[in-house]
């Protein structure tokens, strides 16, 4: 069997972070994940799906949203016609939240800021019933070919996908809704990848949270007053998570709203790190840890644009 691949500064960092429950959370990350489902319901009513699905003995759990599904003992889905033909998508349950979060709804117009390979498209274009407009931006010229090719797999007709780098952007106060799921280090994708931590160090997370305040501070610019952006990255890093989120409230212009999801165990964002102290709003940032709910590590964080 494959062993989970820890750099010895990640296990220093994470013994430290997780106290008593350091060594659940490394048995955590070294166990395979379930596999889940998100229904493409623009092309079909995702109770309808499950029952043809069941059909064929796939055996699905209901998850926290109707188009939510856990799978179990389901070896290939992505091999199966249902996938080949759009009906759904592979996606881990704990990325899933951050977009029933933002809630976009139907009049919207949301920015998907960083998008490729659009997991997080699919599912904002779905909550939005395939009305409103989701102008889904990506940088790499490989990635945003698979997220374009996507887009045309799914049939969203309510999604422009842009080739562009975000950071270039110079539209203010046009959205109403963004999602910033942003470049991280990637530490979450430990249970799908056994190396995914291989090239981990602090100096990349540290230089992921430098591109990360950048991105936020501009994904806060392109928002109209009173609109909502929703950060998140698949890395518990504080440095890539609550100082990215005090970086953008100290601008002056925004402030966290509460972020749960129901049907989902997650945990309040941190009030201080290494000496540093966050804003007492911080605790409505939420961090998602692998041992709650079996699932990848992921925090979000909701924010509000205020008045200047
Ligand atoms: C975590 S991934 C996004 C995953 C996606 N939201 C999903 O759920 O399928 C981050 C993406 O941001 C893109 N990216 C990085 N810097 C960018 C920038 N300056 N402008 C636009 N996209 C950028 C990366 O190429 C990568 O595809």
Redesign the pocket.
Known sequence: MQQTFFPQEFRKKYAALMGSEAETFFDFCARKMPKSIWVNSLQIRPAILAKDLRKKSWQLKELFHENAFELEGVEKPGSSEEFKNGLFNL?EKA?MIP?ICLAPQRKDVVL??????????L?LATLMNGAGRVVA????VE??RV?RFNVKKFGLKNVVAKR?????AHRKGIFDKV?L????S?EGLVRKDFDALKNWSNELVLWKSE?QK??ALKCLETLKQNGEMVY???SLSPEENEEVVQSVIEGGNAELVEAKVRGFETRPGLLQYNGKKFDSTMRRAVRIYPQDNDSQAFFYAKIRKTAT
Do not use: H, I, W, Y
């Open positions: 996606q990325s977009a998907d800021a960083t998008a490729a390979p659009g997991n997080k498209t599912q931006v990506e940088k790499n990635r945003f997220l562009m780098d975000l950071l270039d999602l799921d942003a470049p991280c990637s591109l950048k991105l998140s990255t698949c």
